[in-house]
């Protein structure tokens, strides 16, 4: 089967930085994928982990160590916009293919 | 490109009734998904499409058809609608490269409430 399990909900302050772990137990791995989700809208992409280490975009970075089944989303600077729904979601083996397992998302509340 | 668009934005279904969800992209992908989204739930599989003509059950097919006659369309079919079913749809899109990496694009989404 497949696990990922992320914080329900956080809260942090503007211009901080804050990061949201996510841990996952599947069978197979091809790939971690974070997306973030607007209240009332689609998931956009955010990063993509397929190999061990940290990926930098702007004020968003993304890490995974797959010997231990964890990633975690670093947001830098936080701003009002952030406040945001972040989804972790795992590439892995489904019925001779791959999909995405969705984790249950962690709410971000970014506050003044 | 508009991406992935979906009808209708949002609906109300009595028990028992029929509706087709659409879904269509402009990105010309191969790979074609239907999720749901449950308050508080992670994003679950009801089905996917390879290509024109091949569709698959994901994790929660119950109660769901699809079909892919083109590369564009991927049309949700519920046939006789129960409250269990009430939901946002998101219907998402990918191609693979020479890698097998992807990035799945996604709808707006369809609000459906069955009463």
Redesign the interface.
Same mark, same amino acid.
């Given at each position: 089967g497949q696990n990922?399990d992320q914080p !329900?909900e956080m809260t942090a302050t503007e211009g901080a930085i804050v990061q949201i772990n996510c841990t996952y137990q599947t069978s197979g791995f091809?790939?971690l994928?974070w997306y973030q989700q607007h209240a009332g809208?689609?998931? !956009?992409?955010l990063s =993509?982990n397929?190999l061990d280490g940290l990926e930098e975009k702007g004020r968003f970075s993304s890490f995974l160590s797959r010997s231990k089944g964890y990633s975690y989303l670093l947001l830098k600077e936080l701003q009002m916009k952030d406040s945001a729904s972040y989804?972790c979601?795992v590439?892995a083996p489904?019925?001779g293919? =791959?999909?995405? !397992?969705?984790?249950?998302?962690t709410k971000l509340s970014v506050i003044p | 490109n508009a991406g992935v668009t979906q009808t209708p934005k949002f609906r109300i279904l009595k028990i028992g009734q029929s509706m087709t969800l659409q879904c269509t992209q402009d990105m010309n992908h191969n790979y074609m998904y239907w999720y749901r989204q449950d308050p508080g739930m992670g994003l679950k599989l009801i089905y996917y499409s390879v290509g024109a003509g091949i569709t698959d059950k994901g994790e929660v097919p119950n109660g769901y058809n699809v079909s892919r006659s083109t590369t564009e369309d991927f049309p949700l079919r519920l046939e006789l609608a129960a409250p269990s079913q009430t939901s946002v749809y998101f219907c998402a899109s990918s191609h693979r490269d020479s890698y097998h990496q992807e990035t799945q694009y996604f709808g707006p989404g369809t609000r459906l409430l069955v009463l």
């Open positions: 990922i !329900t091809n790939g994928f809208e689609a998931p !956009t992409f =993509y397929v989804l979601a590439r489904w019925a293919s =791959y999909q995405l !397992t969705f984790g249950k998302g | -």
